[in-house]
């Protein structure tokens, strides 16, 4: 079974008349249609469509942020007061031709547009309090959008007739300008985004444009094959909907000038208009044949955003695998040098710091608060005369892990909260980071097929060995509970070593197992590893694995922007699709919670809720002592990209 992200149709109306306007009342609790023979539908929350004993022959409706209120307009100079059954209270006297009405976003006004006039509304009185005729001239105004007011400028309309935009200050009642250059051809739909103060404009040239507050092009969309006649920006989800006579439905990402996603709606006659509640991910759009509602399915959603601008793609992502009272905490590292601290609850960053080097991977003691980076050039190793010659060369390190073999839990407690009582505090001494009872070891895998085993304190080499036949070591995994360390090399082996962190003989190979390719990701638990490699895959190059393991199910995603979950077995259980490919992505801990790495910023995806019920039955709501520790880390297969005549040696960054 496929999931898809998106765009999702959840139900269609027949009409017998074609609808000609469509809003969302609050008053009515419902999404009220009008259509050309005057018959009034409204839809409510359950799916159920009711149509209304009174006909109405308004060319639209508009909410009022008066609890109870609507207002029907149109066509010419009626403006109506309705009650939440549609029934007229009151009828404005001093209206002119209105085409268009929006309500003010900053507070309880509507504003009107017609032939020649702009006029901003008092609802309660029912009057018009401001009327803009001068400059005007004969012009019809076929759409219209607001500006709220901000601390440099006054509220303003932006009104169209034909390929012209009109700019009024509804404050004092005045023309501003006459915008006759955005657009060769007329303009066909146009809204105001407030939150990122842009105008966005669309046209018969089938584009979409985007015009900052000085009228600089921001971003020009094109895609549509045909002109585009709705649009609606959704500030609930950052998003622009627009809808085409090629009868598509087309998602944008203004801020990022991205396209997200193009639904073909499978009609005949195209989508006339698109609009929503501008609350949720529920939408509305009609046509000649009927009223369609659509909703976006999220299979994932931004848990921290770590880049101000388009950022790096991040290449490994790290899970604290402690129970409470430790926090649970996120380290994301970044191909250019980011590496980012996040609490894994709110998705607060908690600190950061951008490294000279690129970094080939990093790790995170929680106990310690130390941060671990392996870049590409860095200290050299601390090792005596007489024990450089009794190691074997290493050759460069190009993956590192961290072994936390914590003995004492009640000791280790005291010392964070210790390090927590002097946060802000730099000076860190060599007495802090040593514990003869808890041991914390930096395990090295090296280009020239060593494994090193370093101590934390002061980084001198406790222990090494040649581990795959002088070949680079590919991916290191500890598992501390277990008292094991596996490592993969290019000599296409994985080494399960026995870990006995008090001694200085520290490994001792345990076994050693054949694969046919060279194993770029590794993970695992006590009864089961599964290594994928980055060839030979049917569903593309892996971008990155983690093993759930309160589920005994692993995940997979792929440059096609898949995401596969397959059981203890390697059977494939569901599959994913995003609408972007996810750079790497790490198990959460518990509950199916999985982080993925996605433009830079850091994602949050909960896979359970995707699976079958055996498996959502077997959810936890806390992480589990003991499981956890099994896999905690994912890193990307470019993680293990080689860079040939680069020397790289251990740098230790620490947080405080």
């Not at 029934?87 to 504003?111: F, G, K, T, W, Y």
Request: glycine share 8%; with cysteine.
């Amino acid at each position: 079974k496929v999931f898809t992200q998106g765009l999702h149709c959840v139900q269609h109306f027949s009409c017998n008349s074609p609808a000609r306007f469509m809003t969302y009342s609050e008053a009515a609790a419902a999404f009220i249609s009008l259509h050309t023979d005057n018959s009034v539908c409204l839809y409510r929350a359950d799916g159920q469509q009711q149509t209304s004993p009174v006909g109405l022959s308004f060319m639209g409706l508009t909410t009022t942020k008066i609890s109870g209120w609507l207002v029907g307009w149109g066509p010419g100079p009626i403006f109506t007061l309705l009650d939440h059954e549609l029934r007229p209270l009151d009828v404005a006297h001093d209206a002119l031709d209105i085409r268009v009405c929006q309500p003010a976003e900053h507070s309880a006004e509507l504003v009107t547009a017609g032939v020649g006039n702009v006029c901003v509304w008092s609802v309660r009185l029912m009057k018009c309090k401001v009327k803009i005729q001068e400059g005007l001239h004969n012009s019809t105004f076929s759409h219209m959008a607001l500006a709220p007011p901000r601390s440099d400028r006054h509220h303003r309309a932006f009104a169209v007739c034909g390929q012209a935009v009109t700019v009024v200050d509804l404050d004092i009642g005045k023309v501003l300008e006459h915008k006759r250059d955005l657009c060769s051809r007329n303009i066909t739909a146009l809204v105001y985004c407030s939150h990122l103060d842009c105008l966005i404009i669309a046209s018969e040239e089938w584009s979409i444009r985007v015009w900052g507050p000085a009228w600089e092009l921001n971003v020009a969309f094109v895609g549509h094959n045909g002109i585009v006649n709705s649009l609606y920006y959704c500030p609930a989800l950052h998003m622009l909907l627009s809808t085409s006579v090629d009868c598509t439905i087309r998602c944008w990402n203004v801020e990022e000038g991205d396209v997200i996603e193009c639904v073909h709606t499978e009609q005949k006659t195209p989508l006339l208009c698109i609009g929503g509640t501008g609350k949720d991910d529920t939408f509305f759009s009609f046509s000649q044949q009927g009223v369609h509602f659509w909703s976006i399915k999220k299979l994932y959603n931004l848990h921290s955003k770590l880049k101000k601008d388009e950022g790096a793609p991040l290449r490994q992502i790290l899970i604290s695998p402690f129970p409470a009272p430790y926090p649970r905490r996120v380290l994301c590292v970044s191909v250019d040098g980011d590496v980012t601290l996040v609490a894994a609850e709110t998705g607060a960053v908690l600190t950061s710091f951008k490294a000279k080097q690129r970094i080939l991977c990093a790790d995170y003691c929680l106990h310690k608060e130390i941060l671990l980076a392996l870049t590409e050039a860095g200290t050299q190793d601390h090792v005596t005369g007489n024990d450089a010659q009794k190691l074997p060369i290493p050759g460069p390190p190009c993956c590192l892990v961290l072994y936390s073999y914590v003995a004492e839990t009640q000791t280790a407690i005291e010392d964070w909260r210790k390090l927590q009582d002097r946060r802000g505090c730099s000076h860190r001494t060599k007495a802090c980071l040593s514990d003869a009872k808890n041991r914390f070891l930096i395990v090295l895998g090296h280009k020239g097929g060593c494994v090193s085993v370093l101590m934390l304190d002061n980084g001198k080499v406790l222990y090494r060995t040649p581990a795959h036949s002088g070949q680079k070591v590919t991916a290191l995994q500890v598992y501390p509970k277990n008292g094991c360390l596996l490592s993969t090399g290019e000599d296409l082996t994985v080494v399960v070593w026995k870990v006995s962190p008090y001694i200085q003989d520290c490994l001792r190979q345990q076994l050693s197992l054949h694969c046919g390719q060279t194993p770029d990701h590794l993970l695992g638990s006590v009864q089961i590893c599964f290594i994928i490699c980055m060839t030979g895959c049917l569903f593309g190059f892996l971008t990155g694995l983690c093993v759930c393991p309160d589920l005994e199910v692993f995940v997979s995603s792929s440059l096609d922007g898949t995401v596969h979950i397959w059981n203890e077995e390697n059977h494939l259980v569901r599959t994913l699709q995003l609408n972007t490919v996810p750079e790497c992505l790490a198990y959460g801990g518990y509950g199916g919670e999985l982080f993925l790495g996605i433009r830079g910023d850091l994602y949050r995806m909960n896979c359970a809720k995707f699976l079958p019920r055996k498996y959502q039955e077997m959810v936890t709501t806390q992480p589990a002592q003991g499981v956890t520790s099994l896999c905690h880390q994912s890193i990307s297969v470019r993680s293990h990209v080689e860079t040939e005549g680069v020397s790289r040696t251990v740098n230790v960054s620490r947080t405080h």
